[in-house]
């Protein structure tokens, strides 16, 4: 049935691309020295109908005879050339001093360019990148290409296993607002609150937008609060969807992880350890490699008028196995979660005339995730949650689920005759995350308890509506650009309840437990009391199901004034109304000096906010907390119970930032060179609380946690952003070094009446320091030579401390140091204490390498391996890391060495 489907895929594409055919150009394009340009951009003027030249400098297009050809190369002068009928051409490019890249994010000005910009943009060519590396997900794609960006996959985080958290300049997920095509993306349902990074937070699933429908990623790294609105306090990540119309392109690839970690675990640790060398698998199977993933994907864009028209559709498979990697016997299942997912994307333009723009834009995007929880142990072995007669030697629970997210956007654009730009959109977006927990029990039932669970879940959608106007004036000054508009928000958070038996708590006669006073739990054989709901995951019931929705409006004003060619000064406010907590006013403040040709200096300062999500003010749920090695029955409150308010947490409100930031740009040849240093303040920054004594309200729970406005954090750093390409003869060079150093402290933390080390402990501190590495360096090095290509990328990770369940007894070395440890708060500093232990992830370096080859024009295989020397976060021996394996998720994360093929194709 697969390869009927494909079939049909592939003749339907065929037809249109054959239906679409026009006048066939060809030509070559050269610098100076007559040495070809490989990789230059060819557009037919006025449409959105383009290529790209060979490793021979070589290009064919089909164009209008009457039309006009854009040729334009990173570093070189952009020409314009009249067809006139011609079907051969012979360009030579001179070296410019300007990229000629025109970025969508950071300025509404048309004409704003990568490397003019007065705040940070780095512009990354998706496409490229996914010829030269086997990294098959977005997430994967920044974390090596964009240098403060960060994101590792997670294991034992439940939902964070299956969404991965990401952050960009240490911040947390929700600080980063992420656009497609300039229209705000909707958020994810899911909320992070076990040990990942982002505890919390509800981030933005990148991963849901198939890489192979995106054109470029532009990273915009400063506040744009004041432009874009909530959540762009760490800056804007704004995703550009392919829009060719050259016919059919794809990719077929397959890749697996090495399970090799070398020798001598189980002897350092003392234990019996799970998954080592591909041997002792919870599966049963014994592995040299596993994670196996295959990636199919097809692009075909066709013509839609001759005005630009166009229509461009993606389509992408993606199944991964997991993987399983070192573990104790509380945590067989130690590694990354399975995954089959495939996705759709379309992009759509079609001028009316000259003046008249309809497009739309959109997706669906579905996942079937599949990660294991903690292990428990068998019933003979002291552990009750472990029906005998159903799993008599314990078992690993399995948290799956399906991950749904939809999205469209559709809009018109009209220039009037005095030149305003108008933009009138409507974007709406949808994510849905239902769990369905396996190989489970529900210990309350016994013998009677199913072992699969319908766990129920929960959804976000968002619908926003914006009208913009703009125009860009030459003749005033050295050009100014003017835009304001005004957009109107509406989100709906709803959790929804799965079936009785994964929530239920049930008394010995097997019925739900409703009236405590009258009905016994369910006990053991030694009389002790039995767990209710299915292990692993405990479902959402009635209690915990909302519904609740909110509404905002914003109104912006954005300008740019080039007072001369050299000076510029953006200015933008924002005001905004949110319907629960009340209004917000927002300002950026931006200049670019160029003090000479090559060399541009730029500033920027600005406040930002960041409402409270619906999840953070309406989630709850009972669980089972794995804290100190040990399982306990807990209670996520939402904000608005009574339970919060009688613990002194207050009402949620916004996070608010100021952001400043300064640097430079610099450009010669084929040299660029950008570098940033920024400080960033967020005041009442919301946090998940650690574990507060809840066994005495009679809630069925030992611990309460809440979110709270709980810490002021600063965060200060440097992005480093080196470039240099070259071509000669037949040969090619491209050299790049991106760098980041980060350092994030926690000026200080809200804990109000409340005991500061219960309220946000040294262990939640440190997860929160960890968002970023101090510094991460990536070294580029690229090699062509004719149809021949090699890549080698070097990552540098930074240490990274966190802290574990391990308690270790401490003594302060004098009364000063005492009071940093006053866990009473009787103004006494405690002398004989416990604190926690540490784990320290040493700095680590690791190596990606791929080879290309161009059979022909259409015919491209790359092979190759990232993390090619199969490079692990240092392994902590003593058992207690947060995530239960030999190390946490962090750095390049736990799968090691991954090696792929690759063949991309033209029709």
């Known amino acids: 049935m697969k390869k009927q489907t494909l079939l049909i895929i592939y003749l339907f594409f065929w037809g249109l691309h054959m239906l679409s055919a026009q006048t066939l150009i060809k030509g070559t394009i050269k610098d100076t020295n007559n040495d070809p340009l490989p990789g230059a951009n060819v557009l037919e003027k006025g449409t959105s109908n383009g290529t790209s030249t060979d490793f021979n400098g070589e290009f064919s297009l089909n164009a209008n005879a009457n039309g006009t050809l854009i040729i334009s190369f990173s570093g070189f002068e952009t020409q314009e050339i009249p067809i006139n009928g011609k079907t051969s051409f012979n360009i030579v490019l001179k070296e410019g001093l300007e990229l000629d890249e025109v970025v969508i994010v950071g300025s509404r000005n048309p004409k704003r360019t990568a490397i003019d910009t007065p705040v940070p943009v780095d512009i990354i060519d998706v496409a490229d990148l996914a010829t030269k590396n086997g990294k098959v997900e977005v997430n994967d794609i920044l974390q090596y290409a964009a240098p403060s960006f960060n994101a590792t996959k997670q294991s034992g985080s439940d939902g964070a296993d299956h969404i991965v958290p990401a952050s960009l300049r240490g911040l947390g997920p929700d600080q980063t607002l992420v656009l497609i095509n300039g229209k705000r993306r909707h958020q994810s349902s899911l909320v992070n609150i076990f040990g990942t990074r982002g505890r919390g937070n509800s981030g ?102 001759d005005k630009g028209g166009f229509v461009n559709f993606t389509t992408e ?17 130690y590694g990354s979660a399975a995954i089959d997912g495939f996705n759709f994307m379309v992009n759509a333009s079609l001028p009316i005339n000259d003046n008249t723009e309809v497009y739309a834009f959109g997706g669906r995007n579905f996942r ?32 799956t689920s399906n991950i749904t997210d939809i999205s469209v956007s559709a809009g018109i654009k009209h220039k009037l005759e005095n030149g305003w730009e108008i933009d009138f959109n409507n974007t709406y977006g949808e994510n849905k995350f239902h769990y369905f927990i396996k190989d489970s029990n529900n210990a309350s039932l016994k013998d009677a308890s199913p072992t699969d669970f ?34 109107y928000r509406t989100e709906n958070f709803i959790i929804f309840a799965g079936e009785e038996a994964s929530y239920g708590l049930y008394d010995d006669n097997g019925v739900l437990m409703t009236n405590p006073a009258v009905q016994p739990v369910a006990v053991d054989s030694n009389g002790d009391e039995l767990s209710g709901g299915s292990q692993g995951f405990p479902g959402y019931g009635p209690d915990n199901e909302v519904d609740r929705s909110r509404s905002n409006v914003g109104i912006y004003f954005d300008s740019e004034f080039n007072f001369t060619e050299k000076f510029l000064v953006g200015a933008a406010v924002r ?65 608005n119970s009574t339970v919060t308010r009688a613990f002194g947490i207050e009402q949620l409100k916004e996070e608010t930032a100021f952001n400043a930031s300064l640097g430079f740009t610099y450009k010669i040849g084929g040299f660029t060179a950008t570098i940033d240093a920024y400080s960033i303040t967020v005041d009442d920054r919301i946090i998940l609380t650690d574990n507060f004594d809840a066994s005495g309200l ?47 402290k926690i000026e200080k933390i809200k804990n109000g009446n409340l005991n500061k080390f219960t309220f946000f402990s040294p262990f939640s501190e440190a997860y929160l320091k960890a968002a970023a590495p101090d510094h991460k360096f990536g070294l580029n090095l690229g090699y062509g030579y004719k149809k021949f290509d090699v890549s080698l990328n070097l990552t540098k990770f930074s240490d990274v401390e966190l802290f574990d369940f391990q ?52 015919i491209t295989l790359t092979i190759g391996g990232n993390n090619i020397f199969n490079v692990y976060p240092t392994p902590q021996f003593d058992g207690w890391t947060d995530q239960g394996g030999l190390a946490d998720s962090v750095q390049m994360g736990s799968d090691g060495a991954y090696f792929f093929t690759r063949l991309g194709f033209k029709l």
Request: proline content about 2%; aromatic content about 12%; hydrophobic content about 35%.
């Open 698 to 744: 009679n809630l069925g729970v030992d611990a309460a946690q809440f979110f709270a406005n709980g810490v002021d954090t600063k965060t200060q750093g440097l992005d480093i952003v080196l470039n240099y390409k070259k071509s000669f003869e037949d040969h090619r060079i491209d050299v790049g070094l991106v760098g980041n150093f980060n350092d994030t």
């Open 204 to 305: 933005t699933d990148l991963n849901a937008i198939p890489s192979a429908a995106i054109k470029r990623i532009e990273v915009l790294r400063d506040g744009a609060s004041a432009q874009y609105g909530s959540d762009a306090i760490a800056g804007v990540i704004n995703i550009v969807l392919k829009d060719n119309t050259d016919g059919v392109s794809g990719s077929v690839g397959y890749g697996a992880y090495s399970t090799a970690i070398g020798n001598g675990w189980a002897e350092a640790t003392g234990e019996t350890l799970y998954n080592v060398e591909g041997k002792n698998r919870l599966d049963g199977e014994d592995k040299s490699f596993d994670g196996g993933t295959f990636k199919l994907d097809l692009n075909y864009g066709a013509k839609l008028n």
């Open 317 to 333: 498979l993606l199944s991964k196995e997991r993987t399983l990697r070192p573990g104790f016997s509380w945590r067989k299942g």
């Open 368 to 399: 079937d995730t599949d990660a294991y929880a903690f292990s428990r142990d068998s019933f003979d072995e002291g552990d009750n949650r472990s029906v005998p007669s159903i799993h008599p030697n314990g078992f690993t629970p399995r948290i």
């Open 807 to 858: 308690w270790v007894q401490y003594s302060p070395a004098n009364e000063s140091e005492a009071l940093n440890f006053d866990t009473d708060e009787d103004g006494i500093g405690d002398t004989n204490l416990y604190k926690a232990g540490n784990d320290m992830y040493k700095s680590a370096i690791t190596t990606d390498l791929s080879l290309s080859y161009a059979f022909t024009d259409k």
């Open 454 to 487: 319908n766990a129920g879940g929960h959804s976000l959608s968002q619908n926003t509506t914006g009208l913009d106007f703009s125009k860009y004036l030459e003749d005033l000054m050295s050009g100014v650009n003017l835009a304001f508009g005004l957009e």
């Open 575 to 639: 005001f905004e109304d949110y319907s629960d907590f009340g209004s917000t006013f927002n300002f950026k403040l931006a200049s670019r000096f160029k003090a000479s040709d090559n060399l541009t200096l730029r500033g920027s300062i600005s406040s930002g906010f960041r409402a409270p999500s619906l999840a953070q003010l309406y989630y709850n749920l009972k669980f089972t907390n794995i804290v100190n090695g040990e399982s306990l029955p807990s209670l996520l409150s939402a904000n």
